[in-house]
Antibody, heavy 119, light 108 residues
């Protein structure tokens, strides 16, 4: 069965960087894009963008340009989200999700990674 | 950017009752590219409906979606105990692919 398994929780100080991984299994990685969604504590879902796994081309929502980088290692079927210059307001659960083939909804989700930014 | 507004914010119902959730878009959605997700506390969202009315794999037929243009509805015909959760709509016809703010369905 399709699975997306994310890396574990992170506690970082303001100004640091974090890299979240999302390992896919049970399907051909390069046939479906991977999206990223943020959920701040007690809040709703926020679409961050997605990366095409065949070309590596990323698309970012406006609020997620600059400090946020999507990347891939197709040899291990893994997508990454790197956030630099962390701020307290980046504290959230970050989800990766498989984009349905050709269109933009998410049919399978990772379990989420809690990133806490605190001194 | 297309803004999705969900209503009501909270729906208080009893098991067995019918739930009707609304999602209104600030612009007409192309090709009815609207999805619904369910999220329970501490869990990742789960896809319920895509393309306005197509149920995802394994989703019971008590869940149905309808609508067009700017007005969309998720209906749960008879609430089961496991259906009490937060529901989000998402449009994917126009980038950025935005989510609504969610509707919480709680036990009355």
């Amino acid at each position: 069965q399709v699975q997306l398994v994310q890396s574990g929780s992170e506690l970082k100080e303001p100004g640091a960087s974090v890299k979240v991984s999302c390992k896919a299994s049970a399907y051909t990685f390069t046939t479906h894009g991977v999206g990223w969604v943020r959920q701040a504590p007690g809040q709703g879902l926020e679409w961050m963008g997605w990366i095409a796994t065949d070309t590596g081309n990323p698309t970012y929502a406006q609020d997620f340009t600059g400090r946020f980088v999507f990347s891939l290692d197709t040899s291990v079927s893994t997508a990454y989200l790197q956030i630099s210059s962390l701020k307290a307001e980046d504290t959230a659960v970050y989800y990766c999700a498989r984009k349905a083939r050709g269109i933009g909804f998410f049919d399978y989700w990772g379990q989420g990674t809690l990133v806490t930014v605190s001194s | 950017e297309i803004v999705l507004t969900q209503s009501p914010g909270t729906l208080s119902l009893s098991p067995g009752e019918r739930a009707t959730l609304s999602c209104r878009a600030s612009q007409s959605l192309s090709s009815s590219y609207l999805a619904w997700y369910q999220q329970k506390p501490g869990q990742a969202p789960r896809l319920l409906i895509y393309g306005t009315s197509s149920r995802a794999t394994g989703i019971p037929d008590r869940f149905s979606g309808s609508g067009s243009g700017t007005d969309f509805t998720l209906t749960i015909s008879r609430l089961e105990p496991e259906d009490f959760a937060v529901y989000y709509c998402q449009q994917y016809g126009s980038s950025p692919w935005t989510f609504g703010q969610g509707t919480k369905v709680e036990i009355k």
